[in-house]
């Protein structure tokens, strides 16, 4: 289940299960959504992105959904497995400028055997 | 794929001295690089964009005279911590931007001013 820590929420999935971490944006104008997976003592790792014209996108285990009405975006990750053990975090990106990207608050995943 | 690299991967500094932490793009020429800082469970804030050979960008509630950021080459940027203060112990994060929209994100610096 979930559950809100000092700072991060945190998503205890059993191994083999499927997860779905959410994120709010803020932005109507975002042209772009990226999901990272940071480890501890890491940069972030690219998961996924999807452009604000799509509603859905799939990858390799994973698939991230958009609904711009709610401005909600998800990750979803089929067969969970303990490697996916991490914080995951949204980010929001703007075409126009220098295509900064703006961090959503980030998500913990624990995967127990 | 293209790699960014990050130096030092740790430091620990007195307070009141300067820290430089060099981000560099290895296999790509990086027209923009955006420095990041993370504390402790909290999500990454975007501190400054930097163009080669122009004055970076600093977010607001950045100090410019503070965070130092050079970016001389289109491989590599630096950020100096200016008189490091305990309060500015973090992770810091760079990542590089080439001829496309995506990011890529350097490993990240700890910095711990004692």
């Known amino acids: 289940g979930e559950s809100v820590g000092l700072h991060l929420p945190t998503l205890s999935v059993q191994e083999g299960d499927n997860s779905i971490i959410n994120c709010a944006y803020s932005n109507s104008a975002s042209d772009y959504f990226i999901w990272y997976k940071q480890e501890s003592g890491k940069g972030p790792q690219f998961i996924i992105d999807i452009r604000s014209n799509m509603d859905k996108r799939q990858g390799q285990r994973v698939t991230v959904l958009l609904n711009k009405t709610v401005k909600h975006l998800s990750l979803q990750i089929a067969a969970t497995q303990p490697g996916d053990s991490a914080v995951y975090f949204c980010?929001?990106?703007?075409?126009?400028?220098?295509?900064?990207?703006?961090f959503g608050a980030g998500t913990r995943l624990a995967v127990h055997p | 794929g293209a790699v960014v690299s990050q130096h030092p991967s740790w430091v620990i500094c007195k307070s009141g001295t300067s820290v430089k932490i060099e981000c560099r793009s290895l296999d790509f020429q990086a027209t923009t690089m955006f420095w990041y800082r993370q504390f402790p469970k909290q999500s990454l804030m975007l501190m400054a964009t930097s163009n080669e050979g122009s004055k970076a960008t600093y977010e607001q509630g950045v100090e410019k005279d503070k965070f130092l950021i050079n970016h001389a080459s289109l491989t590599l940027s630096t950020l100096t911590v200016t008189s490091a203060h305990p309060e500015d112990s973090s992770f810091y994060i760079c990542?590089?931007?080439?001829?496309?929209?995506?990011?890529?994100f350097g490993p990240g610096t700890r910095l711990t001013v004692t």
């Open positions: 980010a929001e990106g703007f075409s126009g400028g220098y295509n900064k990207l703006i």
């Open positions: 990542s590089a931007r080439g001829q496309i929209a995506e990011q890529y």
